[in-house]
């Protein structure tokens, strides 16, 4: 079995700065996924990155990083140079090799102050 | 459109009706998913799909809860003699499959059962 934890379940940002948001995971399998999403109010998950637990260098996609600690288990988001629009709850998620049902954590809700 | 398409957005329904949600995923992707999600929660699995062939179905909570995808496309699910507890989002969700690829979100269906 698998499960996700965020311990972050809101965070305040001033626009313009990096933030990060915690994930930790816990799982037997060997070979496995993590991805995050972002869900706006308006509802819609939207895929924002992934990383396998092979990869070994740290997951990047335009302003959002993977800070990926294999030893630690944990797979934080970075987001850099923050903007109004991110504003949203974020969830982190995983799902093992061979299986591609996703768990996810509880979420981070990020509110972004002008 | 080239998203996942989920009808209809919003569903009320009384309590012991039946309702059926529909999910049209995008074009070629071979698996897909549903997943329930309650306020302030993250996605729960309920079933998956790899073309026509339902392969993990542990997350339905109960028989009352059954999802068809008879030609490897088009999704339904059905819920029979609905409950208040069923009320939720459910979302669909659609990829290319294999492991490691990403799971693309249609809006969701947001059903109220009074």
């Known amino acids: 079995a698998q499960k996700i934890t965020q311990t972050q379940p809101g965070m305040f940002v001033q626009e313009k700065e990096a933030v990060t948001l915690d994930c930790t995971y816990d799982t037997s399998d060997q070979s496995y996924g993590l991805f995050w999403y972002k869900q706006p109010s308006s509802g819609e998950m939207i895929f924002l990155i992934y990383q396998g637990s092979y990869d070994e260098q740290n997951a990047t996609e335009g302003r959002y990083s993977l800070n990926f600690q294999k030893a630690r288990k944990s797979a934080n988001l970075v987001i850099s140079a923050s903007q109004l629009g991110d504003s949203a709850m974020y969830f982190c998620a995983m799902s093992p090799f061979g299986n591609e049902k996703l768990t996810f954590g509880t979420g981070t809700r990020l509110t972004i102050i002008p | 459109g080239a998203g996942v398409s989920q009808s209809p957005r919003y569903k009320v329904a009384k309590r012991g009706q039946d309702v059926a949600l529909r999910c049209d995923p995008i074009?070629?992707?071979?698996?897909l998913f549903w997943y329930q999600q309650a306020l302030g929660q993250g996605p729960e699995f309920l079933t998956y799909f790899q073309n026509e062939a339902q392969l993990d179905k542990s997350g339905l909570p109960s028989d009352r809860f059954f999802a068809e995808r008879p030609e490897g496309s088009v999704s339904t699910l059905k819920i029979q003699r609905t409950q208040q507890e069923d009320s939720a989002v459910y979302l669909c969700?659609?990829?290319?499959?294999?492991?490691?690829?990403?799971?693309?979100f249609g809006d969701g269906t947001r059903l109220s059962i009074l």
């Open positions: 074009s070629g992707h071979v698996s």
């Open positions: 969700a659609s990829s290319l499959g294999p492991t490691g690829q990403p799971q693309h």
